[in-house]
């Protein structure tokens, strides 16, 4: 499916209903409302059930969460799921600091699997997560 960039580019997400904008603001992470939204509305409205979804760097799991709810309004989606990768594993201070302020306990080096795992929650079944680690 081509993308209609000037339609796009109009930001048509900002006409999202109010239940679902409310909705996407609810998991913790590091992207804000319009990218929230935008996911939300391309997962939604531009995708053709043909494909899949990826989201890398996946961390807590608000783009997967966002994505997924769109997939699930989405009359297209097929068979299409996100993917979402990532260590699930806190790199750096700034992500320990906001899982330890909403979540548990965290210092740099903490498995945070289960924090994505609650996040997603109410769309796991449009999401596959696939932890990655490195080898060697």
Known sequence: MKLNVEKLSAKPWWNLEPEVVQELLVPRGFIGEEERRALHY??????????????????????????????????????????????????AEYVSELVTQNFKPCTVGTDIYDVYETQIKPYKSFISAAPWRFHG
Do not use: K, M, W
């Open 42 to 91: 391309i997962a939604r409205n531009c995708i053709s059930g043909a494909g899949q979804i990826v989201d890398a760097g996946a961390c807590i799991g608000s783009s997967a969460f966002c994505l997924a709810s769109g997939l699930a309004r989405s009359p297209l989606r097929g068979n299409t799921r996100v993917h979402s990768y990532d260590r699930f594993t806190s790199e």
